[in-house]
C-alpha cells in the first residue's frame, strides 16, 4: 500500500526491480510539505537519499523522528520491529528510496561481507539506524534515477543498473570513494554548478536564458556545460527542460483547475497550437484529451 498525500503538483514514483526489491521516487514541487505513507515490514531494509531540501521519518505513531537533510542519507532497518514508511516531505523536497528484503541485501554482499558492519554475525538481528552524507559520486547516480530520458522498454533495465551502483558505492568505504572514471564529476563545484544550471533552467522555464548565458551565469565555459549537463542528467539541457515542462504542464492539467491556454502559457508557449503540438508530441494525445481522461 502506498499513497501520496497533496498529490496535484506532487510525484510519486514506485519502481518494481523484483520481487522484495523496488525504488521510490518522491518530488514535492509544492509551496506545501506532503506525507508519504507507505507500509515495510520487518523483512526490509531501507535507504533513503534526499536529493533536495528536507524530509522528516517519524516512528512509533509520533513519538520519535529522523530529520534528514539536502545530500544526506538514512539507512534503516530492524529484524524485530516494522518500520512502515511514515515520511513528511517538505515544500521543494526531491527523495529517493530503496527498499529490499534483508534476504535479497545479505544475497548482494555474501562475499564481501567483512566490509559492512552490521552484516557480522553477532549484528544480524540488531537495529540498525545511520545518517551519513552523499558523496558527488553518489549525488550523481540520484540525480540519473531521477532524471532519465530513454525508451520504456529499457527504463526498468536503467534503473536496476543505477540501484546496484549506488549500493556499491554507498558500502565503498576506500579513500578513493568518490573518485569516477569521468575527471569532470571528481570536481565538487563542477557538479554544484550543473545544479545550479538546471535549477535555473526550472524556475525560468517560461522565459530560459540561451546555453551562452546559461553558461556565464554559473561560471562554466559553454563545453563544459553541455558535457556536464548531459553526464548527471542523461540528456542535452533543452531536451532536459522539454521533458520538465511537459511533465509540469500534465500535472496542471491533472489538476482540473486550469485549460489548456493557461498551461501552455505557464510553461513558455505564447500560442495554444505550439503547447498541443509539443504536447502530443510527448503523451500521444493532445492536453484536451487528456485532461478529460483524468
Not at 230 to 257: C, H, N, P
Request: glycine share 4%; aromatic share 12%; charged share 25%.
Amino acid at each position: 500500500m502506498m499513497e501520496l498525500k497533496n498529490v496535484a503538483a506532487g510525484s510519486f514514483k514506485e519502481v518494481l526491480i523484483e520481487d522484495g526489491f523496488f525504488v521510490l521516487k518522491v518530488q514535492n514541487d509544492t509551496p506545501q510539505a506532503q506525507k508519504v505513507v507507505r507500509e515495510i515490514d520487518s523483512s526490509f531494509i531501507q535507504f533513503h537519499f534526499c536529493l533536495k531540501g528536507s524530509a522528516k521519518f517519524v516512528f512509533n505513531e509520533g513519538r520519535y523522528a529522523l530529520d534528514v537533510s539536502e545530500e544526506n542519507s538514512l539507512l534503516l532497518y530492524n529484524t524485530q520491529i516494522d518500520l512502515p514508511l511514515n515520511m513528511e516531505l517538505n515544500p521543494n523536497s526531491w527523495m529517493v528510496s530503496v527498499v529490499m528484503t534483508i534476504r535479497k541485501f545479505h544475497s548482494l554482499f555474501s562475499r564481501e561481507a567483512d566490509h559492512i558492519p552490521f552484516l557480522s554475525v553477532e549484528n544480524r538481528d540488531k537495529k540498525y539506524y545511520a545518517q551519513e552524507g552523499v558523496s558527488p559520486a553518489i549525488a550523481v547516480i540520484l540525480s540519473q534515477i531521477m532524471n532519465y530520458n530513454l525508451h520504456p522498454s529499457i527504463k526498468a533495465l536503467y534503473i536496476k543498473g543505477k540501484v546496484y551502483e549506488l549500493i556499491s558505492l554507498y558500502f565503498n568505504k576506500s579513500d578513493d570513494a568518490d573518485v569516477e572514471q569521468c575527471p569532470f564529476l571528481v570536481d565538487e563545484e563542477n557538479v554544484r554548478r550543473i545544479r545550479q544550471a538546471k535549477e535555473i533552467m526550472v524556475a525560468r522555464m517560461a522565459e530560459p536564458p540561451t546555453l551562452t548565458a546559461l553558461s556565464e551565469e554559473i561560471g562554466l565555459p559553454l563545453k563544459k556545460l553541455k558535457e556536464g549537463f548531459k553526464q548527471i542528467y542523461g540528456d542535452s539541457v533543452f531536451s532536459f527542460l522539454f521533458d520538465y515542462k511537459m511533465e509540469y504542464a500534465r500535472k496542471m492539467l491533472e489538476t482540473g483547475r486550469h485549460n489548456v491556454n493557461e498551461v501552455g502559457l505557464k510553461i513558455g508557449y505564447s500560442t495554444a497550437s505550439h503547447f498541443i503540438s509539443a504536447f502530443k508530441k510527448k503523451y500521444g494525445t493532445t492536453p484536451k484529451k487528456y485532461k478529460s481522461s483524468v
